[in-house]
């Protein structure tokens, strides 16, 4: 028998052609990152953060803010930067941040003279303290110090106040600008002394220490952490504290109302903020994070060496703070007439 051939049998496959096969894929992915922004698990942060300090380097303000930076940058594994914007007490930086995209990444140092003052005090504010920042978390309750040049005659308070009313107007104070805390705190010590004093605005209570040591001005109330490395060199004399109690810090320094004018008191305080409308999830990692370096020993221990108390709590707990503080500078400033310059 003959042998018999099969018909050969051919198969064809057929594939995708690339361009809807990446057109799906993409769809896919995009469909996944879509869903994923929908769940609110985005990832902050993704890029550098900046905290604007709204004065000159080496204030306090300053020193806090970098202290924080270092120690911030490893908690969210990300570069945190200070930026310096100083200028109007306060006034340029804050407006900076309030004018800044709510998305996290500009943060504001924010200090007792831009958060509880300058809106009573300022006419024309670009910026309404109240409504343009959403506070994050209390930083440091701070300690002021009265202090003097060496060579001013007065070695104590009691002196210092007999050579002002002496000479009237012949004295002359500096604060890190008018409208900050350094400036009314001065202005609460004129008041309750019954002295006159000319007050010398600054852009930073560096450049005002800076003058008081060359002999150009003859005080200032400044925040302790800026002021303390020169007291403990015997540059400046310390004076007296502001606070209602001695400074750990300086401990052989009285408080001005023990010191001669009895019911005085005034502290600086500073935190940080961020534009209004940034998010809540942001705002409480903020908090969560910045809490850990507050609770850090060696950040406490720095902080208590320069006078100054590390705080942390809540955002609530920070804005009712600031609300308090606003009620009673705002009081200060319309019962005593204060005006800036």
């Known amino acids: 028998m003959a042998e018999q051939k ?41 890029k550098t953060v900046r905290i604007i300090v709204p004065f000159a380097p080496g204030g306090s303000t300053d020193i ?7 120690k911030l940058a490893v908690g969210l594994a990300q570069p945190v930067v200070v930026e310096n914007r100083p200028g109007a007490a306060g006034n340029i930086g804050a407006e900076a941040v309030a004018r800044a995209a709510p998305d996290g990444y500009t943060l504001l140092m924010a200090t007792t003279g831009v958060m509880a003052i300058n809106n009573a005090l300022y006419p024309n504010m670009s910026y309404d303290a109240a409504k343009d920042f959403e506070p994050v978390i209390f930083v440091a309750s701070i300690t002021n110090v009265l202090v003097v040049a060496p060579e001013l005659p007065a070695k104590n308070v009691r002196e210092l106040i007999a050579l002002a009313k002496e000479k009237p107007g012949s004295l002359s104070f500096g604060s890190s600008g008018a409208g900050s805390s350094t400036h009314l705190s001065s202005e609460l010590f004129k008041s309750m002394a019954g002295i006159d004093v000319l007050h010398i605005p600054y852009k930073g209570s ?15 109330i400044d925040n302790m952490p800026g002021a303390i490395g020169f007291i403990k060199a015997g540059r400046l004399r310390a004076l007296a504290v502001t606070g209602s109690k001695r400074s750990p810090a300086l401990p052989d320094v009285p408080t001005i109302a023990e010191a001669g004018v009895p019911g005085y008191e005034s502290l600086s ?73």
């Open 6 to 46: 099969l018909p050969k049998l051919t198969t064809r496959v057929r594939f995708p052609s690339p361009a809807p096969l990446k057109t799906a894929l993409g769809l896919a992915l995009l469909a996944c990152l879509l869903a994923f922004a929908a769940s609110g698990q985005q990832v902050y942060p993704t």
């Open 64 to 70: 806090f803010a970098r202290d924080i930076a270092d």
């Open 206 to 220: 560096s450049q005002a220490l800076t003058d008081l040591l060359a002999g150009r001005i003859s005080m200032i």
């Open 269 to 341: 305080w500073s935190g940080i903020a961020v534009p209004a409308g940034t998010p809540n999830d942001v705002i409480a990692r903020l908090n969560r994070e910045i809490a850990v370096v507050l609770a850090q020993p060696d950040i406490r221990a720095k902080f208590s060496q320069a006078g100054a108390d590390p705080v942390g709590g809540s955002p609530q707990e920070f804005a009712n703070h600031i609300r308090a503080e606003r009620e009673k500078w705002s009081r200060l400033i319309r019962e005593r007439g204060i005006a800036v310059n």
